[in-house]
């Protein structure tokens, strides 16, 4: 790859604080509001997107469980991560022969308009230590082992891909036990590292990764290291750019290497234990790394645990961008995302029908595997509306929501679960099929467009949801994935509208008020993540791979108690992924 | 229902009909994509619908088992806990009890087997299937039926025949006193294994009970049979079955098979296949299957098929990014059982149209010639058209190969 064309970007990267626009010292780590704008050169459309915002996680390039056509429906998809390393099993990975001006959006089918994609080569929420990275190669994982990626051949394969974004290749600092290290030593590696990678890219394009570990002395030296004037050869390499600085769009942080660092054993993907909020411990370390550089570029944090904590890194720290892989994971396992922020006012009563309460909380989300819901027939999230009813046949239309929406009842959730939207169009298979699928008049299609809830078909239910879950079927994952994405969404859209507001206007606790009352309403605990996670996987033990050879060894009459009534498996007693494929047909 | 033939193949016996049930219009022949526990592998009802489907199949035993008959009553039926508002079709749970269970014994009564529950003894009688499929609320229910092993011989077979002919009555009955006729259509099963001569005594019987019945499909096959008996039962069957009911060949699904079957004058067609085999790895297309797992297709950046509408290939979907995430992905399995779907009725679909043209043999050998003219043509399959009036061989230059035909794609080097 040492012949990789040059990088020539189709388009560039700019975000602007809405709120607050000018960057006192003392509103450099509050909430803020922003946009990220890409411009693309090559006329297709711009694309702009509102922070703070989520960012949707992928795996080998697509996100799990969505066929096209559903991920296409999900609006809550906009930035989009992508670790690269899976590609390498391939030689020359696949995406780099694509062609064309936007070869990743083209080959894994995100349209440029639509979605902005983050191309990292490593998964950042992968924890698993890989062989150190060399002088002149970075450690990855594949499925067929460790591959050692060159630092010639990422930059050629950044340049055939032409992501959005390109987080600086790697976090090896962060990998390392925090000092000893010398804030010189980790000065003259980082930028090393950094300027190959700015140099590879279009310079606005990069995002680097804030190293350090859990030093605040390391991460603070990491920090000034990017601001400071380059002399000599690496000057040259960065030209016109007086600083490393000056050509990155944003920072990065992976709070799963973070939080190993800090010696927290939280799963991955989900909160750790409920007395043991490690926001209080995380945010004086991204702080540091955020204080010596300019405010106005973006923040983006990888693996937060919770709502709980990505409202804390709002608060405390400023964080734009946050993946939003544990509420993916959470669809992995079964359960349906139920929250909103701001918390209505009045507080609902916790009564039936509502998620586990613990401790007068409740839980952010429904273990779907429970048998409390084999018969209940309501929509996924008592927080959010279908979208067939309207405020005045909605059960909880009692609720009174802030209001910043301007509306007393709650949202509408848009996914594919809850607002189920008939097709838009059939495939004909021969000139009789109009006779199945009468084409729509164009009084029907008014109607339609003048009252788009009623043309929405009922939700599927919990009940149905429990029973894909038991019979192991992958719908119930497609379902939850949507579902969760678009409750995050809506939270996020929440914190927006929080933030948009005047404070202390009426009825308005404003922004910190509202992550308290948040923080009193829901529980942070994982326990409804871990209940369904053991369902999971003994459902998955039951009736997913590997089941012939298990039933073999066992008699039959156990195997079907197995079956039906789903054993608890202790949390992290399983190995299998969660989308192993089964055939149960007949 | 309402049942009307449209056209008529001048050839062969493949025909063109119009079935209007409760949940509106399918059109025939078609075939059935089956939703064993109330979902298509993977997929919504929604996008199942959006692909051309107006009519499946779920499976009497599964749903029995979960969620079980008081939560469909009370979600007030299949159609509405899945989310289905187009034509269902359910078995008897026959099938699947023998299939299924180590434990089941056919008695005069029903069929007693191991609750999966509890392990006790329990009974499934034809009016209890049928109580089941009324609650389930299909637009067609099949008649509980005796089934054996494809391949068994000797008394048990003719047993069986007439037991389920006896079965059928005792269907019938209870369906006729259910007040559900108008909306639920019973069909008969008509069984007797690779017997000819009790196929015929079974047809003769359950053709005395026509007006009982709504349709008839042909049980019993599609088990490990030689591919020329195969053909021949269903000639025989679909020969002698009422022109005025659709005919419904039960478990077929290859699309050798499926053509064949049209052109025999079979209707209606149901089999996982198409969607078990996506989940493999396999995509279906008119010069047979591919197998995206093999390295030949991991860096080929075209679409499974460039012609097809299905949401996969018009979307652009390549083989290598297929073969990037095939068995390691759920997200694979739904696109290539999106477009095994839509091939299966992008397969059918073109034969009601040139049925409806009266180019149905044209359409037979072309299919034909894409299909095996690498590979020569299968006699059974020569012989089968031969038996209806179209000469596969007439001006081509193609040999004639034994064996079943199934096309695979095993290697690479293929």
Redesign the interface.
Known sequence: MANAPSPSPTSSFSFDLTRPTETSSSSRFGPRLGKARLVRTDGSPDLTIETPGLLTTTSRGIVPHLSRDHHRRTAAIRWVGLPFETFLEQVPPVPTLQGGPHPLHTFLGYPPARNTLVLSLRDPACAKQLPPNGKDHISALSLRGVRKVSKDEWRGYVAACNPDLVPRALHRMARRPPPPIPPTQSQSQSDTTTTDTTAATHPLNVLVHMAGGASIPARTAFAESLTEPLYGPDAALVQPLATLDQGVAGYTFDLVPLRNALGSAAPLGLASAPDTPDTAALAPLLRASLAPLPATKLRLANSPASPHEILRLVRDVGVDVFDAAWAQGAADIGVALDFVFPVPVPVPDAGSGLPDTEGGKIDLGHNLYDDRYASDFSRLADSLRAGNTNAQSTPTSTFISTSLSGSDSPAICPCAACSPLPPTAHIAHSNLDALSFPPKTNADADADAALPRQSCLPPFSRAYIHHLLHTHEMSAHALLVMHNLAVLDAFFAGVRAVLRSKPKSASSFGFAGEVERFVRRYEEGAGVFERARGMWAGVDRARGKGRLGRERAKNAPAVAETLILGDLVPVGETTLPPDTIIDLEV | MEFEV?ARCPTTKAR?C?MTLAH????LPTFMP?A????????????V????V?LILN?T??LN???GI??LE??GGAH????W?RNLLTDSGG??LV??S?FTTITEEGALF?S??T?EPTMLTPEESISIQHTIGADIIMQLDDVVSTLTIGPRVEEAMERSVRWLDRCIAHHDASGKKGVQNLFAIVQGGIDVSLRDRCLDEMIKRRDGVAGYAIGGLSGGEAKDTFWRIIKQCADRLPDDRPRYAMGIGFAEDLLVCVALGVDMADC?FP??TA?FGIALTFTGPINLKLQKH??D?NPIDKDC????CS????R??LS??I?????A???VT?HNI?FQ??L???A??AI?AGAFPAYLRKFFKDYYGDVGYPEWIVNALRSVGVDLLEGEDVEVVQGDGAKWEYSDKS
Not at chain 2, 24 to 27: A, E, S
Not at chain 2, 80 to 83: E, H, L
Not at chain 2, 309 to 312: F, H
Request: hydrophobic share 40%; with cysteine.
């Open positions: 449209l063109v119009k509106g219009v399918t059109m089956v064993t526990q109330a979902a298509i592998k993977g997929l919504t009802a929604q996008q619908e959006s692909l051309g107006s499976n035993y599964h088992l979960r969620p008081k939560i009370d979600a509405r806990f899945q989310g508002t099938f699947q299939s299924l180590k191991a999966p529950f392990g996982v969607t078990r989940r991991a860096k950046l509408p299905c949401p996969t979307d652009g979907v390549s290598a990014l990037h995430i068995t390691l992905e759920t997200a399995s739904h696109a999106q839509a009725a992008r059918m679909g073109r009601r149209d409806m």
